[in-house]
């Protein structure tokens, strides 16, 4: 009965818990976001890949990209994941089989920019909804308007968490000169030593203590293994590379994305590389005018490729990730953004694709080239 003296009403206002209840949303890093079970996210630089994964690429954890060797899909997935840390103010880290590694940079899209006209229709209409209602004490009504904009201000965070990039228009130039930018080319590299210790210094800023408002750092290596590369067919020192960056990653506040060609390691190689992975990606380019696909899928005009998720990072859980859907197609809605949309099988009428967030199915069958 104590208890329940001391309890507010609905119309008086809790005591401020600053000291000691207070939500860490407010300290966080720009860009990470606090999901289920506590684990810490930082996106993908593309939304529906984040929806898919429960929130985006786990703080702390090491995602891999299995390339195609007929198209350079992976460099999608790459470029926006580069893109969205820069956008975020994080630290970076890039590695590429190129001469100039910083000259990649150039090629990395920049946010959509919505239009004021939208945003501000959007205002209006929040302001209708709020004035919606029966008359009520002004009490009552201060203590749902402090919740709307509670609510508000929660939304923004959220779509400002993950960005819509526009392929076709390069980042401006002002936020490539970032001192938190470094680049290095694997290009004409001899051994793994030197490469390991720039992964050491870098993940050594980011280490992860009792705060939380500590910049989260991205790591970016491009086509580890491929014949261009300086560390081709050295595959146990990769191996052995890729086991201690993930325990460097593991204790800091730092993601690595690694992409690399599955098709130039053995299939036992291949296999430890996957292990190692806490997300296991793959993409795959459509076959150039195949009518099997045409007839099976709708919205085949607009796919450029194939994503498949094998396997989903998680974190303080024994309990498997189970997805809808597994294979997603890549589109490009109004040939700038890239989206993910699930596979449906086209009626006899024929329709358009169905998105990633409304309903839809995988429906290949055993023995399609979908089966990948």
């Known amino acids: 009965m104590a208890t329940s003296l001391v309890r507010p009403s609905s119309f008086s206002r809790a005591s401020s818990p600053s000291s000691s209840s207070a939500s860490p949303s407010p300290s966080l890093a720009p860009g990470v976001r606090i999901g289920a079970n506590g684990a810490a996210f930082v996106s993908s630089g593309i939304p529906d890949l984040d929806r898919i994964l429960g929130g985006g690429f786990l703080v702390g954890s090491l995602v891999m990209v299995m390339e195609d060797g007929d198209a350079p899909h992976h460099l999608l997935l790459l470029r926006n994941f580069m893109s969205q840390g820069i956008v975020h103010g994080q630290s970076l880290l890039f590695a590429g089989p190129t001469t100039d590694p910083r000259s990649f940079l150039g090629t990395l899209p920049s946010p959509v920019v919505q239009k004021e006209g939208v945003k501000i229709k959007h205002d209006t209409s929040d302001v209708q909804d709020k004035e919606k209602g029966l008359r009520i004490a002004w009490q009552y009504k201060k203590y749902f308007g402090e919740q709307n904009t509670v609510d508000s201000h929660n939304r923004d965070k959220k779509q400002e968490f993950s960005s819509d990039f526009d392929l076709r228009k390069p980042l401006e130039r002002h936020l490539l000169n970032s001192q938190n930018i470094k680049c290095i080319s694997t290009l004409d590299a001899i051994d793994l030593t030197k490469f390991q210790n720039h992964c050491s210094t870098f993940v050594s800023k980011l280490s992860r203590k009792d705060d939380v408002n500590l910049n989260a750092g991205r790591i970016a290596i491009q086509s580890l ?148």
Not at 288 to 316: C, I, P, R, S
Request: hydrophobic content about 40%; overall charge positive.
């Open 225 to 372: 293994c491929a014949p261009q590369c300086g560390y081709f067919e050295k595959d146990w020192d990769i191996l052995s590379f890729i086991r201690s960056l993930r325990a460097m990653v593991r204790s800091s506040n730092a993601v690595a994305v690694i992409t690399f060609p599955a098709s130039v390691l053995s299939n036992s190689i291949s296999k430890r590389w996957q292990h190692l992975a806490d997300t296991l990606l793959s993409v795959r380019a459509i076959p150039d005018e195949d009518k099997d696909l045409a007839k099976l899928l709708t919205g085949y005009q607009d796919m450029v490729g194939f994503l498949h998720v094998h396997k989903v990072a998680q974190l303080n859980s024994q309990v498997p990730v189970i997805l809808d859907a597994s294979t997603f197609s890549l589109k490009l809605q109004k040939r700038r953004s890239l989206v993910l949309e699930r596979l449906n099988q086209a009626p006899v009428e024929g329709s358009s694709g169905v998105s990633y967030g409304t309903s839809g199915s995988c429906s290949s069958s055993t023995g399609s080239p979908l089966d990948f």
